[in-house]
Nanobody, 114 residues
Framework: QVQLVESGGGLVQPGGSLRLSCAAS????????MGWYRQAPGQQRELVAR???????NYADSVKGRFTISRDNAKNTMYLQMNSLKPEDTAVYYC????????WGQGTQVTVSS
């Protein structure tokens, strides 16, 4: 049974930081490309950042220079370090694992507000 469990979301003031984690089980984690997506109310889900199994990364223009994606294959965990957070970063953040199939986590809420 595949499980992706996100954690680390919460309420933070503008300019603050959060670190999201996505713990995977039931898959050969190192074979999977991993990604973070987000969905704000009334909007489509969008790609935030992706990391290949080889460690190559790409980011949405809106988060470049502020967010950093990483993975620890020994811990079957992916991370998203989010700095200089803005109110427009408010969304539910989802992790995705892709290889022969695509799997999604249940999401974690990030709210940036003063």
């Amino acid at each position: 049974q595949v499980q992706l469990v996100e954690s680390g979301g919460g309420l933070v003031q503008p300019g603050g930081s959060l670190r999201l984690s996505c713990a995977a089980s039931g898959i050969s984690f190192s074979l999977y490309a991993m990604g973070w997506y987000r969905q704000a109310p009334g909007q489509q889900r969008e790609l935030v950042a992706r990391i290949t199994r080889g460690g190559s990364t790409n980011y949405a223009d809106s988060v470049k220079g502020r967010f950093t994606i990483s993975r620890d294959n020994a811990k079957n965990t992916m991370y998203l370090q989010m700095n200089s957070l803005k109110p427009e970063d408010t969304a539910v953040y989802y992790c995705q694992a892709t290889f022969t199939n695509a799997y999604w986590g249940q999401g974690t809420q990030v709210t940036v507000s003063s």
